[in-house]
């Protein structure tokens, strides 16, 4: 258990819904970032948080949003899904926003558009 | 912008021989380098970084990796690769100063008993 959290692990949806990922990082860690993995785009970087403030905002479709709460707890929104969007979706967590910072990863969320 | 290469695929090596995952990059000024290992099903983990000083960096399970700023490359190595060693590895770079932490395509490794 690498202390990042993610809900739910697997998700199945259709194509125009609306899904919304959950990440808890890991305790005492200030910065969320989220990725994008798919086989024929590797790991994608979507957008980076620091203690609520966006912070780095990489290859996020408009579809997307995703915010940071005071609990620091983050949230990654799709919308108006298309088949293109099954793909996992991770979760990491460190320290500072910059910088040496390692890391931490949670598990992933499956996300299947049908 | 950053970037990083990791040219080959996959990477078949026997047990016991030699492991080298390569991997080049491209920023502005100088970089923050990572490893990362990740197991099926399972998350990315950390197993290696370069700040600065010493090239050749340790890590986690024997791993090792050497940083060479005339080549822009920071390959991954170890001496005896194991069975449990297959899995998806990736590099990752952030230049100094820069939020942004960007990821290779990945490389998998099989080690064949």
């Known amino acids: 258990d690498s202390g990042v959290t993610q809900t739910p692990k697997h998700l199945i949806t259709a194509t125009g819904q609306r899904v919304t990922l959950r990440c808890s990082p890991r305790?005492?860690?200030?910065?969320v970032y989220w990725y994008q993995q798919s086989l024929d785009q590797g790991l994608q970087f979507l957008i980076q948080?620091?203690?609520?403030?966006?912070?780095a905002k990489g290859n996020i479709l408009e579809r997307f949003s995703a915010q940071q709460f005071p609990d620091l707890h983050s949230e990654l929104n799709l919308s108006s899904l298309e088949l293109g969007d099954s793909a996992l979706y991770f979760c990491?967590?460190?320290?500072?926003?910059?910088?040496?910072?390692?890391?931490?990863f949670g598990a992933g969320s499956r996300l299947t558009v049908l | 912008a950053q970037s990083v290469a990791q040219p080959e695929d996959q990477v078949n090596v026997a047990e016991g021989n030699p492991l080298t995952v390569k991997c080049t990059y491209s920023?502005?000024?100088?970089?923050?380098l990572f490893w990362y290992v990740q197991y099926p099903n399972r998350g990315l983990q950390f197993l290696l970084k370069?700040?600065?000083?010493?090239?050749l960096v340790k890590g986690s399970y024997g791993f090792e990796a050497e940083f060479n700023k005339s080549q822009t490359s920071f390959h991954l190595k170890k001496p005896s690769a194991l069975v449990s060693d297959s899995a998806l590895y990736f590099c990752?770079?952030?230049?100094?100063?820069?939020?942004?932490?960007?990821f290779g395509k990945g490389n998998q490794v099989v080690v064949i008993p």
């Open positions: 990491a967590s460190s320290p500072q926003s910059s910088g040496a910072n390692v890391l931490t």
């Open positions: 370069y700040i600065t000083g010493d090239n």
């Open positions: 990752a770079v952030r230049p100094y100063g820069n939020n942004r932490l960007a």
């Open positions: 920023v502005s000024g100088n970089p923050y």
């Open positions: 948080y620091y203690n609520g403030e966006e912070r």
């Open positions: 305790s005492g860690d200030l910065s």
